[in-house]
């Protein structure tokens, strides 16, 4: 697996109820095997940013595919504050 692009929006902390149903950028991967790689789990941190890892479940990804991963803010109380 490798990690193809990455791509964020500027992020302004008096726009946090957009956030809420709007990503904040994504993450490309791409399987760059011979083999299909099962699904997992992927956490996203960015220090200064996120207070906890957020994460998603990644489906299988076939052999030299690409998967787009949504970047979500974290939601814990007094995040944005």
């Not at 990455?6 to 083999?35: C, D, Q, W």
Request: aromatic share 8%; net charge negative.
């Amino acid at each position: 697996m490798e990690i193809v692009k990455i791509e964020m929006r500027e992020i302004f902390a008096s726009s946090y109820k957009y956030y809420e149903s709007h990503p904040l950028g994504k993450v490309v991967l791409r399987n760059n095997t011979g083999h299909p790689v099962p699904g997992r789990d992927a956490h996203l941190f960015h220090q200064g940013l996120h207070g906890l890892p957020d994460g998603d479940r990644v489906p299988e990804i076939g052999p030299k595919q690409e998967m787009d991963l949504m970047v979500k803010p974290c939601s814990i109380t007094g995040y944005w504050t």
